[in-house]
């Protein structure tokens, strides 16, 4: 169902790939609930991607922009506001890639050529993109920009690596940048601490799918989907959220609050069962 929440909204939406991407359901119930969007990646991604497909079902302009590249991004606002003939009102910065993960290299051992990768494509990029996007003027007054983070910002969680510290950048970068924005011009900006998703970069992250089960036993909501965290996204754009920004809200089911669930309990004692016979096939005290 949609509400025109969006209606008249102008926006950029960085990070689509392909279905499964969470940009790309965000750039869908956008254009439902009556945005028009420029679509975004680099160009590499939209060769390998299926971003073209995306842009036809919503009516929307495709500019390569390497999100890295102060150059590209200024090009990419440049032409934003031309085709709109005015400013923006809403921004998704949906960016994240670990050299170290994608080569199962561990924490303890990182190669630092691949870390400052890490750490400009996922979280310096989402500055770059905000300090771009100040000093052109391109957003309008009570615009709002979006980033997706994790929990991982905030805990230690197994094989996330040097993602974990990308994402507190991005987390702090919001907060800081929040005050600047919301301080001269009313722009928000927040992030949204989603669920693991099953998303092409997400299921790079060795154990996923395990850790993908953790979380829905721990919730009590259960896992956030990614159309769930576009509906979200979609309420940070609209008007009904002016006065909230420099927060990371957590999309998670309940996840970011819990301890331990009765399932995972559950779970967890059969795991010791199965161990203890294991151990001790007959039982023997």
């Known amino acids: 169902m949609a509400y025109n929440l969006l209606k008249g909204k102008k926006g950029i939406i960085f990070g689509a790939l392909n ?20 679509l975004t990646n680099t160009p590499i991604a939209i060769r390998m991607g299926e971003l073209d497909e995306l842009a036809e079902s919503t009516g ?13 991004l200024e090009n990419l606002f440049a032409k934003t506001m031309e085709a709109f003939d ?14 170290n993960v994608r080569k199962k290299i561990p924490y303890d051992d990182l190669n630092y050529e691949y870390f400052s990768k890490t750490l400009d494509i ?3 990029s989402f500055h770059k993109m905000i300090q771009t996007a100040k000093k052109m003027d391109a957003l309008n007054e009570w615009g709002s920009i979006v980033g997706l983070s994790y929990i991982a910002a905030q805990r230690t969680l197994y094989e996330y690596n040097d993602m974990a510290d990308a994402k507190a950048v991005l987390e702090s970068i919001a907060r ?25 970069a997400g299921q790079g992250v060795k154990g996923f799918n395990a850790l993908i089960d953790f979380t829905e036993r721990m919730s009590p909501l259960g896992n956030a989907t990614g159309d769930e965290c576009a509906d ?35 779970q967890y004692n059969k795991s010791l069962e199965c161990k203890n016979c294991q151990d001790n096939p007959l039982n023997v005290e």
């Open 19 to 38: 279905s499964q991407s969470i940009a790309w359901k965000v750039a869908e119930r956008a254009h439902a609930e009556g945005a028009q969007m420029v």
């Open 176 to 200: 800081s940048f929040g005050y600047i924005y919301g301080r001269e011009k009313h722009v928000r900006i927040n992030t949204i601490s989603q669920s693991p998703t099953p998303t092409t």
């Open 232 to 266: 979200y996204c979609v309420t940070l754009f609209s008007d009904l959220t002016k006065k909230v920004t420099m927060q990371n809200l957590f999309h998670d089911g309940g996840f970011s609050s819990m301890g331990m669930s009765e399932r995972a309990m559950t």
């Open 86 to 99: 005015g400013k923006i009102d809403f921004v998704l910065h949906s960016i994240g890639m670990s050299p």
């Open 122 to 124: 996922s979280a310096m």
């Open 60 to 72: 929307s302009l495709m500019i390569p922009a390497d999100a890295t590249s102060v150059k590209d």
